[in-house]
């Protein structure tokens, strides 16, 4: 096999791909061919990958127990449009009406997370007949023209004419509270400023606000014990509907099948995508029966449910439930926090730890002892860039892009958290030596 190699890559990309589509890495390589938690790149170089492409592939690389079935369907019927009937769309709903919370019953299927959170605010307006909106600061909803002005984070913003109606509240992020408060002697002041911006800076006619369980590109924040029940109260006291965007949290990545799963609380709409596939394009949003009766006007989606796609959805809850892997996610990601609490006595860098299951963030600041917190950028990047030298890919996120992001596919093992940790110690000395 010959390959073209990362040099010649990065040429074609300057060249032809519009320069808003950034890579990681001062020397980035070509990856191949992946395996379950590995992948390869064309020199043969094995990566241990704890990012798993943005929290998509759940099930591993290449899972032959999906990968299969999706090859079978490729040859047998790949596409015919929803005008159809088809077998797959119609399995894959009905098993999404049984894993999701409470009462979260019928789907609408598009391609990616953007679509299922358009449709899902379409659906809120439908069903509310109001057209505002409460979004959380540094959440992040896609890349269309109305969910990059949900998105509370300004690289993500770049449409310079955003949509109006969308409302701002600051988020549950403990480790730099917005009110200079501390869990839990702060009665979750956050949650009590969604009523305060209800009153202040909407007419109090809000269709719905959307929030991720655990706010992904936000830096993995992860709101405290009762935040999310005391939101609903409020939300369910002006008739406002709540959005749960599981697109990143989704499918056992946080230790449970769905993250909103860790409050008492069920949304009235979910969006899912990124892990329902495990690189099958596939989203959704899933509502009740009643949300859903709101939307009875023609809508479809060119290749939303087509039977390839659909049929990836179904293997992945299949091997997801045969396999387990929500409690190895709890188990492997609790093993993981406590690991990287050893390496924030040890390095000066690591501000806080937090997550839940396999989505776990580490927020590096230059000096954790400076009440300042002052991000540290530049070595979340050699960090990264070292790790990956070692055969170690990990993300970063976060507003100012200095959280590392462990995110890996739920089939990994002890031993490779092990293997991570081991790296992670190395190459933070290196870099706490060169500061
Ligand atoms: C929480 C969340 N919602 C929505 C999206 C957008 O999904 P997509 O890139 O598939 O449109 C993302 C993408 O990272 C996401 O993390």
């Known amino acids: 096999m010959s390959y073209l190699g990362p040099e010649e890559i990065l040429r074609k990309k300057q060249e032809y791909l519009i320069p808003c589509l950034y890579h990681f890495y001062t020397k980035p390589m070509q990856l191949v061919k992946g395996e379950m938690q590995y992948v390869y790149d064309h020199e043969g170089r094995q990566y241990l990958d704890f990012f798993a492409g943005v929290s998509v592939i759940n099930c591993g690389h290449c899972n032959p127990a999906i990968t299969d079935q999706v090859a079978e369907q490729v040859r047998t019927l790949q596409h015919v449009c929803n005008i159809y009937l088809t077998e797959p769309i119609v399995n894959l709903a009905e098993r999404l009406a049984q894993i999701t919370p409470g009462n979260l019953?019928?789907?609408?299927?598009?391609?990616?997370?953007?679509?299922?959170?358009?449709?899902?605010?379409?659906?809120?307006?439908?069903?509310?007949?109001?057209?505002e909106f409460l979004v959380l600061q540094q959440g992040l909803h896609g890349r269309t023209a109305f969910t990059m002005s949900l998105t509370g984070l300004s690289m993500w913003r770049t449409d310079p004419t955003p949509v109006g109606g969308i409302t701002f509240v600051p988020n549950a992020y403990c480790y730099r509270c917005p009110f200079g408060l501390s869990y839990p002697g702060c009665d979750l002041r956050c949650a009590?400023?969604?009523?305060?911006?209800?009153?202040?800076?909407?007419?109090?006619?809000?269709?719905?606000?959307?929030?991720?369980?655990?706010?992904?590109?936000?830096?993995?924040?992860?709101?405290?014990?009762?935040?999310?029940?005391?939101?609903?109260?409020?939300?369910?006291k002006y008739g406002i509907l709540l959005i749960v965007d599981e697109v990143q949290t989704g499918f056992a990545r946080t230790g449970k099948m769905f993250a909103i799963e860790h409050w008492d609380v069920v949304p009235d709409i979910m969006t899912v995508a990124k892990a329902l596939g495990n690189g099958a394009p596939?989203?959704?949003?899933?509502?009740?029966?009643?949300?859903?009766?709101?939307?009875?006007?023609?809508?479809?989606?060119?290749?939303?449910?087509?039977?390839?796609?659909?049929?990836?959805?179904?293997?992945?809850?299949?091997?997801?439930?045969?396999?387990n892997l929500a409690a190895r996610a709890a188990e492997l990601g609790e093993y993981l926090r406590e690991q990287l609490a050893g390496l924030k006595e040890k390095h000066r860098l690591i501000g806080d730890i937090r997550g839940l299951g396999l989505m776990v963030g580490a927020e590096l600041v230059?000096?954790?002892?400076?009440?300042?917190?002052?991000?540290?950028?530049?070595?979340?990047?050699?960090?990264?860039?070292?790790?990956?030298?070692?055969?170690?890919?990990?993300?970063?996120?976060?507003?100012?892009?200095?959280?590392?992001?462990?995110?890996?596919?739920?089939?990994?093992?002890?031993?490779?958290?092990d293997q991570l940790i081991s790296a992670l110690d190395e190459v933070l000395t290196v870099v706490e030596a060169g500061q």
Do not use: W
């Open 366 to 417: 230059k000096d954790k002892n400076d009440p300042a917190k002052v991000p540290a950028i530049e070595e979340t990047d050699l960090i990264l860039e070292q790790l990956k030298d070692r055969g170690i890919l990990i993300g970063k996120n976060g507003l100012d892009r200095n959280v590392l992001a462990f995110q890996p596919p739920l089939v990994i093992t002890k031993d490779n958290v």
């Open 282 to 323: 596939i989203s959704a949003f899933i509502t009740t029966d009643e949300i859903a009766q709101s939307y009875t006007r023609p809508g479809a989606s060119t290749l939303g449910g087509n039977p390839v796609s659909a049929t990836a959805g179904i293997a992945v809850i299949d091997y997801l439930l045969k396999e």
């Open 105 to 131: 019953k019928r789907s609408f299927f598009c391609s990616t997370g953007s679509e299922a959170n358009d449709g899902a605010a379409l659906l809120a307006k439908l069903h509310t007949k109001r057209y």
């Open 192 to 236: 009590d400023a969604v009523e305060r911006a209800i009153q202040t800076q909407t007419s109090r006619e809000v269709a719905a606000m959307f929030v991720e369980p655990i706010q992904g590109n936000g830096g993995i924040i992860t709101p405290p014990p009762g935040y999310f029940e005391r939101v609903r109260e409020i939300l369910d």
